[in-house]
């Protein structure tokens, strides 16, 4: 506990409970707060580390398919859908952005889970990590499918900690709006959230124990049952999946080792000195898909011992209280990641697995990719690669001035989006809108300073060096 002549711990508190937060959130926040104010380093230094040179792969599982599909009736599916996709102008959840037509994340999310459901003949539930904002609007999504809970709760709403001023770390006031003086504590929230709510242990009463944790925005994370086979036939608390970096994954988070146990280092982990060591794809070559399998027992007996929460790493996020308005008062985020909870269990492992199993919407690129012919969605709602190598390499890039927001983005490709499936390279640098049926091929650059956007044609066929 605090010490009651703590006036800081106090103010926050008081502001928490106000909120209705539970103790484990609270104890949690404050245990955040005080790190960060008294100097704990939020940063861990590579001399600390040791890089991890082989693991598991996925692709040779094949034998344990026949475990998975007996452990199919004990696990529940886990969507984190707590982002709203500011970054790309949204105000809303991303997942209700469409994607094929007008279905969006949540539906060929809900899809997924019914095809899976219906071939094996099982209950398996769907739960979905909300946000405040998010919780409304995406159930309302939902309810237009039968039994995706399988009669369980359909969510849970991940807690929300006071924004904080970098100077005095006490709570940042907004009255103009006081919502902005909230944020998420980043999706670590995942395993104080489900138990607080109920959840965790609605879900070990009806006999469900092992959970398949990604993120909504990532299409390619779908139940797999020979890694669900390999992860109950090895008895593991938590698996995560990975994937080898490329030099396009330099700057995200990276697998290591520290004191025996693999860690994961984000980027805000990483000192400045150790940039250029964080960024070596070979020494470092394996990062998080946020893709992550959890024994729910497990889960469960590690915050019985933790009263605070589970001991995730800190972050924190500098922001301004008012995003678009970066003249307004600055703040700090304290965040934690739900894939740091690998060191918090003896015995945790990771899996490589393919890049088909990691696609994630992070900008309007990324979702132009996506609603293109390079991915083919499958009967069973999956969204695949056609051509996994070359969908590796691709690269989509577009002049922020004109294609940062989604609804820019859909004012210049009021049609859909070009044929990508033969292009290696896509850059668009100035105002460019295109027609129908428009195919880009190998690399192809367009490039504009002109004040009037520049119309490509029904039909173009733009090609570049291949």
Avoid at 77 to 94: E, F, H, Q, R
Wanted: hydrophobic share 40%; charged share 30%; glycine share 8%.
């Amino acid at each position: 506990m605090s010490d009651p002549d703590d006036s800081l711990d106090r103010i926050h508190r008081e502001r928490m409970q106000a909120e209705g937060m539970p103790e484990i959130a609270i104890r949690g926040f404050l245990r955040a707060v005080r790190f960060v104010r008294d100097g704990g380093a939020t940063t861990i230094p590579e001399s600390s580390i040791d890089p991890v040179e082989t693991l598991p792969r996925a692709d040779v599982l094949r034998d344990f398919e026949g475990a998975g599909r007996e452990a199919l009736a004990r696990a529940v599916i886990v969507k984190l859908n707590g982002g709203l996709g500011t970054s790309m102008g949204l105000a809303g959840p991303k997942s209700l952005l469409p994607v094929r037509g007008e279905e969006t994340f949540l539906d060929l999310i809900a899809r997924q889970v019914l095809h899976l459901r219906e071939t094996e003949k099982v209950r398996l539930p769907l739960l979905l990590m909300n946000s405040f904002r998010t919780q409304a609007p995406s159930l309302a999504r939902l309810a237009r499918y039968d039994g995706l809970s399988g009669g369980l709760p359909l969510d849970f709403v991940q807690h929300r900690v006071p924004r904080i001023d970098p100077e005095t770390f006490e709570p940042v006031d907004w009255p103009a709006d006081p919502e902005l003086a909230w944020c998420p504590p980043g999706h670590g929230d995942l395993y104080a959230a489900i138990a607080s709510s109920g959840v965790l242990t609605r879900l070990l009463d009806e006999g469900i124990r092992y959970a398949f944790v990604s993120n909504a925005d990532n299409l390619g994370g779908v139940l797999d049952l020979s890694i669900l086979g390999w992860f109950v036939r090895e008895g593991l608390p938590f698996a995560m999946e990975v994937a080898e970096r490329t030099a396009a994954d330099r700057k995200g988070g990276h697998l290591a080792r520290r004191d025996g146990r693999l860690v994961l280092r984000e980027s805000a982990q990483c000192a400045a000195e150790d940039t250029a060591s964080f960024q070596d794809v070979e020494r470092h070559r394996y990062f998080n898909t946020n893709n992550l399998w959890l024994d729910l027992e497990a889960v469960a007996r590690a915050l019985d011992e933790a009263p605070d929460g589970l001991p995730l790493p800190v972050m924190t996020n500098a922001k301004t209280v008012v995003a678009a308005d970066p003249d307004s008062p600055p703040c700090l985020q304290l965040e934690t990641a739900m894939g740091a909870a690998i060191e918090c269990f003896e015995g945790a492992q990771a899996i490589c697995v393919s890049r088909d199993r990691f696609a994630p919407v992070k900008t309007t690129a990324d979702l132009l990719s996506v609603r293109s012919d390079a991915y083919e969605l499958r009967d069973d709602a999956r969204l695949v690669a056609v051509d996994p190598e070359a969908n590796r390499r691709r690269v989509v890039e577009l002049d922020a001035r004109f294609y940062r927001n989604v609804g820019d983005l859909d004012a210049r490709f009021p049609h859909g989006p070009p044929s990508l499936v033969k292009a290696r390279r896509l850059a668009i640098k100035g105002d460019h809108r295109f027609g129908r049926d428009v195919v880009v091929r190998g690399e192809v650059e367009l490039a504009s300073e002109s004040e009037a956007p520049v119309e490509i044609p029904d039909g173009s066929v733009l090609e570049g060096a291949s």
